[in-house]
Nanobody
C-alpha cells in the first residue's frame, strides 16, 4: 500500500486549504485512514480519522469545528478540508492508513502505512 499526500502550501490566517491523499496498492485491506501533523520541534499530533465506509469520523481537539475529513471510495482518496486556519496549524501533514483493525486510533501506533507528508504554512 502506498499513500501520496498533496495540496499543501502557503495560506493566510483565516483562509482555507484542502489536502488530498491517494491510496494505491492493496486498498481493499484498508480499514481506517487518518491525518496527522508535525510542527517543528513538536511531537506528531493526531488530526482526524475516518473509517472505511466514511461514516465514522474522529477529530483532534485542536481542529474540531474547523477541519473536515472525507473519503472518495471510488477514487481511493481521502481529503482534509481545513477552514479558519491559524499560524498554529503550520506543520507537515501526513496521511496514514491501517488494515489490522477497525479501531480509529488517535496514536501513531494505530497506523501501519504512512505517506510522505505535505507542508502547510499559515501566515499571520
Amino acid at each position: 500500500v502506498q499513500l501520496q499526500a498533496s495540496g499543501g502550501g502557503l495560506v493566510q490566517a483565516g483562509g482555507s486549504l484542502r489536502l488530498s491523499c491517494v491510496v494505491s496498492g492493496r486498498t481493499v485491506s484498508i480499514t481506517v485512514m487518518g491525518w496527522f501533523r508535525q510542527a517543528p520541534g513538536k511531537e506528531r499530533e493526531f488530526v482526524a480519522s475516518i473509517n472505511r465506509s466514511g461514516v465514522r469520523k474522529n477529530y483532534g481537539d485542536s481542529v474540531k469545528g474547523r477541519f473536515t475529513i472525507s473519503r472518495d471510495i471510488p477514487k481511493n482518496t481521502i481529503y482534509l478540508q481545513m477552514n479558519s486556519v491559524s499560524p498554529e496549524d503550520t506543520a507537515v501533514y501526513y496521511c496514514a492508513a491501517d488494515y489490522r483493525s477497525s479501531i480509529m486510533s488517535t496514536g501513531r501506533q494505530g497506523y501501519h502505512y504512512w505517506g510522505q507528508g505535505t507542508l502547510v504554512t499559515v501566515s499571520s
